[in-house]
C-alpha cells in the first residue's frame, strides 16, 4: 500500500501534478527542463475549427523518415497539408493539438497556468499569441509566431525572432510536451488589450 501510494505520487510530480490534480508550477520550475529540438522536424499551424473561422494551433512532429508527416506549399502565407491525417501515423509522426501537448515557458519557468496559446486573425495576419490568464487589466500578452498573412486552411506559424520549441525533459528523459519558449520576457514583442 506503501508503494502504490509512493508510486502515484511520484508519477503526479513528474507529470507536474498537486495531489489535487492541479498543475504545479513551482515543481515544474524545479523538476523539468526545457532541451533544444531539430527544429526542421516539426510544423506549427493554425489549424481551422471546423467550418468556423477561428483557429488553434497544432504542431506535428516527423518522427521517422517512413513518409512524410506534412507538405508546405509555397506562398505567403503558406499553407500546409496534414499528410499524417491520411494514414495511420503510429509510430511516424507525433501531433500536439492543445494544451496537453505544449505550453509557453519563459526561462526557468513553465508559464503553462498563467499564459493561454490562442491564435487571432487581425491587420490581415495570423497571429499566435500568449495571452494572459491572470485576467488583470493591461497584463502583458505576447506575440508568439505569425503566418505573414491571411488565407484559409492549414496556415504555418512562424516564430517571432527569441521564440523556439523545446522538449520538456525530466532528468535524461523527453517527454511529450513541448515548450514554446524563450530565454526572458524582455524584449518579446508585447501586445496589450488582447483577450
Known amino acids: 500500500?506503501?508503494?502504490?501510494?509512493?508510486?502515484?505520487?511520484?508519477?503526479?510530480?513528474?507529470?507536474?501534478?498537486?495531489?489535487?490534480?492541479?498543475?504545479?508550477?513551482?515543481?515544474?520550475?524545479?523538476?523539468?527542463?526545457?532541451?533544444?529540438?531539430?527544429?526542421?522536424?516539426?510544423?506549427?499551424?493554425?489549424?481551422p475549427i471546423g467550418s468556423s473561422a477561428r483557429s488553434q494551433l497544432n504542431i506535428y512532429e516527423q518522427v521517422s523518415q517512413k513518409r512524410p508527416c506534412f507538405k508546405e506549399h509555397a506562398g505567403s502565407p503558406t499553407v500546409v497539408n496534414p499528410l499524417l491525417s491520411e494514414f495511420d501515423f503510429s509510430g511516424i509522426c507525433s501531433r500536439y493539438v492543445d494544451s496537453n501537448g505544449y505550453s509557453v515557458r519563459i526561462g526557468n519557468e513553465d508559464k503553462g497556468t498563467s499564459y493561454r496559446l490562442s491564435v487571432v486573425k487581425e491587420a490581415g495576419d495570423v497571429k499566435l499569441m500568449a495571452i494572459s490568464s491572470s485576467g488583470r487589466e493591461g497584463a502583458a500578452s505576447y506575440v508568439v509566431a505569425r503566418a505573414g498573412g491571411d488565407g484559409a486552411g492549414f496556415l504555418k506559424l512562424s516564430f517571432e525572432p527569441g521564440w523556439e520549441l523545446r522538449r520538456r525533459q525530466y532528468g535524461n528523459r523527453g517527454l511529450g510536451h513541448l515548450y514554446l519558449y524563450r530565454q526572458s520576457a524582455d524584449q518579446a514583442v508585447a501586445s496589450a488589450g488582447v483577450n
Open 1 to 47: 500500500m506503501f508503494s502504490t501510494r509512493f508510486s502515484a505520487r511520484a508519477a503526479a510530480v513528474v507529470m507536474g501534478l498537486s495531489a489535487t490534480g492541479a498543475l504545479a508550477p513551482a515543481a515544474e520550475a524545479s523538476v523539468f527542463t526545457a532541451q533544444p529540438v531539430i527544429e526542421q522536424n516539426f510544423v506549427m499551424v493554425a489549424a
